[in-house]
């Protein structure tokens, strides 16, 4: 039996990562849920799987949640900061599945206290990849990728060295407007935008999809847990998502991962991690699915991965902006107050107009993100009454 807190459990990551659970129940003690505002959705996981203690984070919904499990026995807390002590809650995983910048304090939390953190919150790493990793280098934690390309990676690596990489080969769908032309995605709506064709996950990372955000995004990610130099990361357009990443050896031996696209193959990896667990998901069928395509990314049609790219290069606060500044402009395109193409202008925008300072703890990738959104924020107020 080992026991796991999930970060973002009523989510799709955190959705998936229980349905594994409830297909190997008998291995699996769930101590911890968290949730943003739905409180009787986690309500309904902390009976179904009697965890001990339920978080909500937003601390108006208090007293709603100890209602909703009163005589339950389990514990229950609200609020940022009891997120954060949720993930010093000892546990044998924590699963990082919060979307967005919240997910930092706790994920860094988890890390700090040692434990294994699977983490699919990869704006935390984006924002803060160099604090991230120092953390878990102190405290002994191995970070378990759940996005499914770096799980990938980190699969292909087994039993091999860094130093021996020649490349990392970054596989990307090209999401829902692959083939558009840029006057055809200005006028791209939220719908559209999130009908991934291959993928179903929240609605954040399908219009970061949309936009190849998330494949700058990843490269960061890449860039932080596999630290070979970015020149040797490259983004490898192959649209039926079959092949999750590549790794070229300096032998030209090149490994690669393959699976259905679903995701609780790359979480049940890293779950079971270093041995292997049952997951209920199709086989690969190389038959039906009969060829895979590939194609290089259009950096002129989605500038978002140039812009990661040079984010990266830079360092510094630079992705945190990145990340920050891209957070305001989805929530604002998803709320349809900005059109699809305005969301990387916006972020290209506040990071031509603003350097961020170099962060060096926590509370200063804290306050390069609330600079950046607040930025975000003006150009889009001053351009909606312009
Ligand atoms: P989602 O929107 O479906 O779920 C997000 C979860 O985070 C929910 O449980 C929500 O309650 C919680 N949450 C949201 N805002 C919060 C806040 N302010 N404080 C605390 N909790 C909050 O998102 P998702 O698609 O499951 O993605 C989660 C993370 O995993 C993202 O970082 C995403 O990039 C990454 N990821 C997702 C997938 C996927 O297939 N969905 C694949 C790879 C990586
Ligand atoms: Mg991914």
Redesign the pocket.
């Known amino acids: 039996m080992r026991s796991l807190s999930l970060?973002?459990?009523?989510?799709?990551?955190?959705?998936?990562t229980l349905d594994l659970v409830r297909h190997d129940a008998a291995s699996w003690q769930v101590s911890v849920l968290?949730?943003?505002?739905?409180v009787a959705g986690?309500a309904a996981l902390a009976r179904e799987f009697q965890v001990k203690l339920a978080v909500i984070?937003?601390p108006s919904r208090y007293d709603e949640l100890v209602a909703a499990l009163a005589g339950t026995g389990i514990e229950v807390a609200a609020g940022?900061d009891a997120?954060v002590d949720a993930a010093k809650h000892p546990v044998d995983l924590v699963v990082?599945?919060?979307?967005?910048i919240?997910?930092l304090a706790p994920t860094m939390a988890a890390l700090e206290a040692g434990h294994n953190v699977a983490l699919?919150?990869?704006?935390?790493l984006v924002s803060s990849g160099a604090l991230m990793m120092q953390a878990a280098r102190a405290s002994g934690a191995t970070i378990l990728p759940?996005?499914?390309e770096h799980n990938a990676i980190f699969q292909c690596l087994t039993g091999s060295s860094l130093e021996d990489v020649r490349r990392i080969i970054l596989t990307a769908s090209g999401g829902p407007f692959r083939t558009k032309s840029a006057a055809e995605m200005a006028v791209m709506t939220p719908a559209q935008a999130v009908a991934h064709p291959n993928?179903?996950?929240?609605?954040?990372?399908?219009v970061?999809s949309a936009t190849m955000m998330?494949k700058g995004?990843e490269l960061i990610e890449a860039h932080h847990l596999f630290p070979i130099g970015l020149e040797k990361i490259e983004i490898l357009v192959h649209p039926q998502s079959v092949i999750h990443s590549l790794v070229e050896y300096r032998d030209r031996s090149t490994l690669a991962q393959l699976g259905s696209p679903d995701?609780r193959i790359?979480i049940a990896s890293a779950m079971a991690w270093p041995r292997r667990m049952h997951a209920p998901c199709q086989p690969l069928d190389l038959t039906r699915i009969g060829r895979l395509d590939f194609e290089a990314p259009d950096e002129q049609r989605f500038p978002a991965t140039a812009l990661c790219r040079a984010a990266i290069s830079e360092g510094g606060g630079r992705p945190a902006q990145l990340n920050a500044a891209n957070e305001i402009a989805v929530a604002a395109f998803l709320a349809g107050k900005i059109g699809f193409t305005a969301i990387v202008d916006l972020v290209k925008h506040v990071m031509d107009h603003e350097s961020p300072v170099a962060p060096t703890s926590l509370h200063d990738i804290f306050m390069v993100d609330a600079a950046s959104r607040q930025h975000a924020q003006i150009l889009m107020d001053a351009h909606a009454h312009g």
């Not at 970060?7 to 998936?16: D, E, H, M, R, Y």
């Not at 968290?34 to 739905?38: K, L, M, N, Q, V």
């Open positions: 970060f973002g459990a009523t989510g799709s990551v955190g959705q998936s968290t949730a943003h505002s739905d986690l984070a937003d940022p997120l990082a599945a919060i979307v967005g919240a997910g699919a919150n990869k704006e935390s759940i996005d499914s993928w179903s996950m929240g609605a954040k990372i399908s970061d998330n995004l995701m790359p």
